[in-house]
């Protein structure tokens, strides 16, 4: 770190008072107070100067920012559990450290991937829409009518931290757990589970009732569900993505639900946020949200703790203990 008593954090987004009021303490931060994303060029600006940046998901920090940084940018402490907005290579070749917030939004967006299972299983925006439009008749033996969790199988794509409580809550719900991961998990942890692990993605897809995608962004996951994986789902399974919009081909999935082809979805993240793809927008089987799986206050102030936390020990000599590790190298 520069000789400079307190470093330069800048921090692109408005985060919890607390949190900012910790940090005016620690450090010497540049807060955004009105919360307007920073334009590319604000970016560039922050790490030509910052000692530390804490970047959010919606700041792209390519290679073109990363080479416009000063030589005292020596952090990158982003508030969020995901990584994929970082060009981890890039960063490495400077030396810059990155770290992230893990563990802390897990119950969160668990939480967060159930309502969203529930809601779209038994039409619970559907049924508001109705209210709210005076339309409803009252109640009728056939009308919405949704389909019940207990007996159906979920299939977990990526069963990490938020994927193994996904699985927990879904336990209570009566459904049974199925997963697909990079490696199979540990015995112990597929015997609390209850869990039945498919080597093959494809097989998984073709047998399930459910789909939670629940894995990161990466390389390798990008379209992990094409359109050709899309299309072995059965007619009447829905999906559930609380993870990366880039996971899922989004303009194969909406072609599929105005098909016909599959019952529903509930989205939290899209491929291109905040656009939307328009189709979905009309689509009645279709649950959307606004990227809000972690949006609890407990959630965002845990993850503001982390964040100071990776700050203060990197800036007291020691390794933060959210460096990221690379997973695609
Ligand atoms: C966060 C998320 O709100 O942490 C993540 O990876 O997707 C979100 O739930 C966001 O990343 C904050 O930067």
Same mark, same amino acid.
Not at 140 to 169: E, F, Y
Not at 175 to 195: D, G, K, S, T
Not at 255 to 275: F, N, T
């Given at each position: ?28 931060? @540049? ?41 005292? =940018? ?32 897990? $119950? ?6 159930? &309502? ?5 299983? @038994? ?13 409803? &008749? ?9 389909? @019940? =969790? ?15 409580? %996904? ?39 073709? !047998? ?30 829905? =999906?559930?993505?609380?993870? !990366?919009?880039?996971? %899922? ?5 909406? !072609?599929? =639900? ?9 989205? $939290? ?14 689509? $009645? ?23 100071? %936390? ?11 203990? $959210? @460096? ?6």
């Amino acid at each position: 770190m520069p000789d400079r008593k307190k470093p330069l954090v800048i921090v692109t987004r408005k985060l919890p008072d607390v949190i900012e009021t910790r940090m005016m303490e620690l450090f010497t931060p @540049r807060l955004n107070l009105d919360d307007t994303p920073y334009t590319t060029l604000q970016l560039a600006d922050a790490v030509s100067v910052a000692d530390v940046l804490v970047p959010t998901v919606t700041d792209r920090i390519d290679a073109q920012i990363i080479a416009a940084a000063g030589p005292q =940018l020596r952090l990158i402490a982003s508030f969020g559990a995901g990584y994929d907005h970082i060009d981890l290579d890039a960063a490495r070749a400077r030396g810059i450290l990155v770290t992230n917030t893990p563990g802390v939004l897990t $119950d969160d967006t668990a939480d967060m991937t159930m &309502a969203l299972i529930l809601s779209v299983a @038994r039409r619970l925006a559907e049924g508001e829409r109705l209210i709210r439009s005076g339309r409803w &008749a009252g109640w009728g033996p056939t009308t919405m009518l949704g389909h @019940r =969790l207990g007996g159906k199988r979920l299939g977990i794509i990526g069963l990490g931290r938020i994927g193994q409580a %996904v699985a927990r809550r879904a336990r209570g719900f009566g459904l049974a757990v199925h997963y697909h991961n990079r490696r199979r998990r540990h015995p112990e942890i597929e015997e609390e589970l209850e869990a039945t692990y498919w080597d093959s993605l494809d097989q998984m897809l073709s !047998r399930m009732d459910i789909i939670s995608v629940n894995c990161p962004h990466t390389p390798a996951t990008y379209h992990l569900l094409s359109a050709r994986r899309l299309a072995l789902l059965q007619r009447h399974a829905i =999906l559930i993505n609380t993870s !990366r919009g880039e996971v %899922v081909d989004e303009a194969a999935l909406a !072609r599929m =639900l105005v098909a016909g082809d599959l019952a529903g979805a509930g989205l $939290d993240v899209y491929e291109h946020e905040p656009a939307v793809d328009p189709t979905l927008l009309g689509l $009645d089987s279709v649950v959307l949200l606004p990227h809000m799986g972690s949006a609890t206050i407990e959630g965002r102030i845990d993850m503001g703790e982390r964040v100071i %936390v990776n700050i203060k020990s990197f800036v007291d000599g020691h390794s933060p203990p $959210d @460096r990221v590790i690379d997973t695609t190298s």
